[in-house]
């Protein structure tokens, strides 16, 4: 079993910047790639971005240039650095670990961008 803490979530105001955090702990072999997908009300849950050792790390096109994922694999933690927050940047965020055979999810942290 593995469980996903997330952390960094909050209140900005437009233009302003967050830093998510998601750390992995239990029992577990391996972690193929973590990432961020985010859910806003009344819309499907979206990829944000990913990162996995020997894969080019993704981002949604809405992103890029704004985020930047990282990953430190020693402490099992992935960060989402967020900066120049929009008002549709506001959702629920979701961190994911891909293990052999399962993905696992954390409870989400809101992250609301204020106009």
């Known amino acids: 079993q593995v469980q996903l803490v997330e952390s960094g979530g909050g209140l900005v105001r437009a233009g302003g910047s967050l830093r998510l955090s998601c750390t992995a702990s239990?029992?577990?072999?391996?972690?193929?790639?973590m990432g961020w997908y985010r859910q806003a009300p009344g819309k499907q849950r979206e990829l944000v971005a990913a990162?996995?050792?020997?894969?080019?790390?993704k981002y949604a096109d809405y992103v890029k240039g704004r985020f930047t994922i990282s990953r430190d694999s020693a402490q099992n933690t992935v960060y989402l650095q967020m900066n120049i927050l929009k008002p549709e940047d506001t959702a629920v965020y979701y961190c994911?670990?891909?293990?052999?055979?399962?993905?696992?999810w954390g409870q989400g942290t809101q992250v609301t961008v204020s106009s």
């Open positions: 990162i996995a050792t020997n894969a080019p790390t």
């Open positions: 239990g029992t577990y072999s391996s972690i193929n790639g």
């Open positions: 994911t670990a891909a293990l052999p055979g399962r993905q696992y």
